[in-house]
């Protein structure tokens, strides 16, 4: 067990203070996952980045870390100022990207799959578990009901509304404590005569004609957003969370909502620390489609040629408590970053098969990069301060690269080095067996390429469009271009261009 405090900003106390996990050396760590009605961006990917490197400076620690991130594939409604909204995944539905779809539980998979897919490319820790809304009903209901019971909630001709007035902590973590400025500050405050306040959000929403409903004790309907992240992250990680993640769009109302939930089901603090990554802004402006400068993982790497561990490098390049601008000159300069990584680890795996002679500054080596590693570890402890574990990471490929050769033990060092920067950053090679461009497309049987071509030609002339894209994706995710052409398809490893 490492002696090092792991400190970390505190979004509830509006300070840097160490995480103190219950159990020492065991964090139960919850970070609200993606709404999978369309692909995520990269300003999702900065957020769920956060966690990720969470994740690693905690096992690099030596902890044991339960890690949780929901998917949230029903209740999500997009304008919540407005009396009932419309919920995202039926808006995803009827976007021209929903069309090819049959319903909205094969977008909600077919998304879903797609935001995994992206989370593998950018190498992050995948969650002890990603439950997933739709899957834990029966325990939204159940909480909904208790609410009800003890007086914090209340029914009306249109749903199950939590009483706010109820919980005297409400506003704590947001400082919104004005009920009165919640009606007209709110973003999910939903305009409804039936409340008994206009203030008080929604457990569950009566509604028929949604596109997904379940039977409960008030009728057919669907759950609000906020009540899925209570009931999942208790169902796995128990009544009080060493640790609550998100972005900070979610402080207010999404996690103010939680807590007063939570702490009224069980009388207990909801989470023991808070933590809020700040907004990616794209060449010093909020992402917009309008604008050009909305990218998706795939937009880059299946778009423009990135390098998805480029992409990873320049998301985190930036402290996550201040907000970050993301241009293409970040991600190329990224690239060359990462290259320098890829050929540190070529030219210590070389002096592994082929030493060269004994070197005298073999020991001055060593512990130079022993001593770097224990300042990026020490960097990651102070609040994720990623910029400067980035740049020290740097100088260890610095003395890696201007050793004219390495000798065993050199070698051995570099690539322990490496290994270890990569378990704390992530950004030297991928964790898993997931394919990557730059170094599996050789490898992948062009039979098999075939087979999944005439099996793409199959679903398209079905008009599977949904399997149609998977497959051309999965293809892309291995480097592999499809091009459609009035004689049929043809196929080409991609080039790596920015």
């Known amino acids: 067990m490492s002696h090092r405090s792991f400190r970390l900003y505190d979004t509830m106390t509006r300070q840097v203070k160490e995480l103190v996990p219950a159990t020492p050396g065991h964090l139960k760590f919850y970070s609200c996952g993606p709404t999978v009605y369309s692909y995520a961006h ?54 021209k990207e929903g069309e090819r779809f049959a ?45 009800i019971e003890t007086g914090h909630a209340y029914e009306t001709p249109t749903g199950v509304y939590y009483r706010v007035g109820s919980f005297a902590g409400y506003g704590k973590l947001s400082g919104n404590t004005d009920r009165e400025e919640l009606i007209t500050g709110a973003r999910d405050v939903v305009r409804d005569d039936n409340k008994e306040h206009p203030s008080d959000f929604a457990l569950w929403k009566k509604d028929e004609k949604h596109l997904m409903q379940w039977y409960s004790p008030w009728g057919w309907g669907f759950p609000g957003w906020h009540l899925e992240c209570s009931v999942m992250a208790m169902a796995y990680l128990g009544e009080t969370l060493d640790l609550h993640a998100g972005g900070e769009d979610l402080i207010f109302p999404h996690h103010e909502c939680e807590i007063a939930q939570s702490e009224a089901l069980t009388g207990k603090p909801f989470a023991r620390h808070w933590i809020h990554t700040r907004f990616l802004q794209v060449d010093g402006q909020k992402m917009s489609k309008s604008l050009g400068n909305f990218f998706t993982v795939r937009d880059l790497v299946d778009g423009k040629g990135a390098d998805p561990l480029a992409v990873r490098y320049a998301l985190i390049s930036q402290n996550y408590g201040v907000p970050h601008n993301f241009t293409m000159d970040l991600l190329r300069d990224a690239t060359q970053k990462i290259e320098r990584y890829r050929q540190c680890d070529e030219k210590a795996r070389k002096a592994i098969a082929q030493p060269g002679e004994p070197n005298a500054a073999a020991d001055v080596f060593v512990e130079s990069l022993r001593d770097l590693y224990d300042e990026v570890l020490d960097a990651m402890c102070d609040n994720l301060n990623t910029s400067v574990a980035l740049a020290k990471a740097l100088e260890g490929t610095r003395v890696i690269l201007r050793e004219s050769s390495l000798d065993l033990p050199m070698a051995e060092a570099a690539l322990q080095f490496l290994g270890d920067i990569n378990d704390l950053l992530g950004i030297v090679s991928l964790d898993r067996n997931v394919p990557s461009a730059s170094d599996t497309t050789s490898s992948v049987p062009e039979a098999w390429i075939e087979q999944k071509i005439q099996e793409r030609a199959e679903a398209k002339a079905a008009k599977d469009f949904a399997r149609a894209d998977h497959v051309r994706d999965e293809l892309a995710a291995l480097g592999i271009e499809l091009r459609d052409t009035p004689e049929g398809t043809t196929w080409k490893h991609r080039a790596t261009i920015l």
């Open 42 to 95: 990269i300003g999702n990917f900065r957020t769920f980045l956060t966690a990720d490197l969470i994740v690693r400076t905690a096992e690099a620690l030596g902890w044991n870390v339960d890690y949780v991130s929901n998917i949230t594939d029903v209740g999500h409604l997009t304008s919540d100022d407005q009396d009932g909204g419309e919920d995202r995944m039926e808006k995803g539905l009827k976007s």
């Open 103 to 147: 319903n909205v539980w094969d977008l909600a998979e077919f998304y879903a799959d797609c935001f995994k897919e992206d989370w593998d490319r950018l190498n992050l820790r995948r969650p002890l578990v990603w439950p997933k809304a739709t899957q834990h009903m029966r325990e939204q209901i159940a909480a909904a009901e208790k609410l």
